[in-house]
């Protein structure tokens, strides 16, 4: 079976149109309509004969996931969860922000890192989402609210173990045969296993790095990320300065606080040591409870009181504000509900 449309580079879409007997303007055309106008329905691509929009809608279905659930917060926040043909279920996620909306997708069904703490990997990883699948939650999403600002893949899985499929449909939302979006504007979560950053600075895309920690120190790290178990946090760290290097962009550390694990003021005074002097921010996440996990979130004094021992050494510090507090928040939860009512 030839790739999906969605699985090519916006670049290919012509010689996959003369395939189908089409004018090669017209498969550059498609690509303007799908990646940087969201149109996913054949029918309203008007510059198409009608003819080769009933062959596309036969044999190049744009969108093959359906939305299994929904659920919105109050906040405008919104939670999909779509159920792919074979019967794998992503979630995809749409955020209101002070400078416009930001979507928020999954690349994996499942995820193989199992953290402690997160519903997407208690069941383990299912499969890999392929560049079409990962594109058509933005699509999807797209359809859903309308334009967005920024991208983050940040949803079910982790990039960096599923980079060629990631790397490509972001190329596809960036390329400006395709969406013509800004690099600049998205931004990749991973818990960089072995050669995930390199080949992230070889693609050379000003895409920006969060960086998944979550504990100031190995021991801890490897208990709570268990798919990191043979990197040290020193080396990753070191391969994330070499990201900056190479492309200019400070890096996002990303760290869960759950009460009486890693949100002691000792744990920060690591924290702070383990990286002063490098170019990052740290985001830290309050913990969004998920059922049947004893994890916790820290009362805010606590995680104030965490912040300010960061910003004491001179590290850049956002404390995030919790979004959809109606939705399922954490990362996995709705899939999780789906699969233990089926």
């Known amino acids: 079976m030839s790739a999906r449309l969605l699985d090519l580079p916006p670049g290919d879409w ?4 003369e395939a189908l007997g089409a004018a090669a303007y017209q498969g550059a055309s498609a690509a303007h309509w799908v990646l ?28 093959t996931a359906q939305v299994e659930r929904r659920s919105g917060a109050s906040d ?39 953290c402690s703490f997160c519903a997407s990997g208690l069941e383990g990883l299912e499969r890999n989402l392929t560049a079409g699948e990962i ?6 999403l797209r359809q859903e609210q309308g334009e967005f600002h920024r991208l983050v893949v940040m949803g079910m899985g982790d990039a960096g173990f599923n980079l060629d499929a990631t790397l490509a449909a972001l190329d596809a939302l960036i390329a400006p045969a395709g969406g013509g979006f800004s690099a600049r504007r998205i931004t990749v ?3 960089a296993p072995a050669g995930a950053l390199a080949r992230i600075a070889a693609w050379g895309r000003p895409v920006t790095l969060a960086l998944s920690v979550h504990a100031p120190d190995d021991a ?7 798919g990191v178990r043979r990197r040290r946090l020193e080396e990753t760290l070191e391969e994330a300065d070499r990201l900056f290097a190479a492309a200019g962009r400070e890096y996002t550390v990303e760290y869960v606080l759950l009460r009486g694990v890693n949100d002691a003021p000792r744990q920060a005074q690591a924290l702070a040591h383990l990286l002063q002097g490098r170019r990052c921010h740290v985001n830290l996440i309050p ?13 805010r ?18 404390l995030r504000r919790s979004l959809g507090g109606a939705v399922d928040a954490a990362c996995g939860q709705l899939r999780r509900r789906a699969l233990t009512l089926s």
């Open 14 to 17: 012509p010689g996959r149109f």
């Open 36 to 63: 940087r106008r969201g149109v996913t329905d054949w029918d309203s691509m008007s510059d198409l004969s009608a003819a080769l929009r009933r062959r596309l809608a036969a044999e190049e279905p744009l969108r």
């Open 76 to 114: 405008g926040a919104l939670k999909l969860l779509l159920r792919y043909p074979d019967g794998a279920s992503a979630e995809a996620v749409g955020m209101p922000g002070t400078r416009g909306r930001t979507v928020c997708i999954s690349t994996q069904v499942g995820c193989p890192v199992r």
């Open 135 to 140: 594109l058509e939650q933005v699509l999807v």
């Open 189 to 191: 979560s991973t818990v």
């Open 220 to 226: 801890l790290r490897h208990e709570l990320v268990p």
């Open 287 to 299: 913990y969004n409870p998920v059922a049947g996990l004893d994890y916790h979130r820290p009362e």
């Open 301 to 318: 004094a606590a995680q104030d009181a965490f912040a300010e021992a960061l910003r004491r050494a001179s590290l850049s510090v956002t």
